[in-house]
């Protein structure tokens, strides 16, 4: 895991961070979530469970092997928006998964938990998901 850069005011808070294609990224994601962006218990689990979310899609759908994710952290003005950056293709979208599927729900557990949640292109290949969630602060 890199880190890109830091800001660490208790309110205003930006960190950038790469992890690779590997299982244990969604963990150390977390990990960095909670040492870097001081959140209380509640909504921090939910933003906790929001970013491993985001990892594991990016990791099951979008991040090549070989290739690495980025994750960007920001909390100001009340809110915290997490992006995960991938080079694939493979746009997320939402759906019904059956009663006896293991997979298809984490879209679904993004919309009803986040604030507001999105897709957005990025510079190269691939594409940047992104979820908002009101957290304590200014």
């Not at 830091?6 to 909670?34: K, M, N, T």
């Not at 290739?67 to 997490?82: K, P, Q, T």
């Not at 080079?87 to 557990?109: I, N, Q, S, V, Y």
């Amino acid at each position: 895991m890199t880190f890109d850069g830091d800001q660490r005011d208790r309110y205003d808070q930006l960190v950038h961070f790469r992890l690779p294609s590997h299982p244990r990224s969604v963990g150390r994601a977390r990990e960095v979530l909670r040492t870097n962006v001081g959140l209380p218990e509640e909504p921090g689990e939910t933003a906790a469970l929001l970013l491993s979310e985001l990892v594991t899609n990016a990791l099951r759908h979008g991040s090549p092997p070989g290739r690495e994710i980025a994750v960007s952290l920001h909390r100001y003005d009340g809110l915290l928006r997490m992006e995960v950056e991938d080079a694939g293709d493979f746009l997320p979208r939402p759906r019904t998964p059956g009663l006896d599927d293991e997979c298809g729900r984490g879209l679904a557990l993004i919309a009803a938990l986040s604030d507001d949640w999105g897709v957005a292109p990025r510079q190269g290949p691939g594409k940047r998901v992104w979820v908002t969630l009101k957290v304590p602060g200014r």
